[in-house]
């Protein structure tokens, strides 16, 4: 089973740039104001859900 995978609810990311800046992967890019998670790039570090401050960042099934 692979490792849980960060995935960012779109309604709620305010477009703050922070967890692209902190992520080691360049996983996240911004498209059309929202921050969106390559799945194939994320390493599952959690540092980018951490970072986020309002939450939106969730891992993906939880
Ligand atoms: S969990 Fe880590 S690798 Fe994955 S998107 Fe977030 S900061 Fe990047
Ligand atoms: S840190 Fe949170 S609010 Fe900021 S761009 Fe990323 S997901 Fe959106």
Redesign the pocket.
Known sequence: MAKHK?FVKKEKCLACGG?IS????D??LMISSKAI?DNEL????????KTCPIGAIIWEGT
Not at 42 to 49: A, F, G, H, L, T
């Open positions: 960060a967890c902190v992520c080691p992967q996983a996240i998670v994320c390493n599952s570090c959690s540092i980018c859900v």
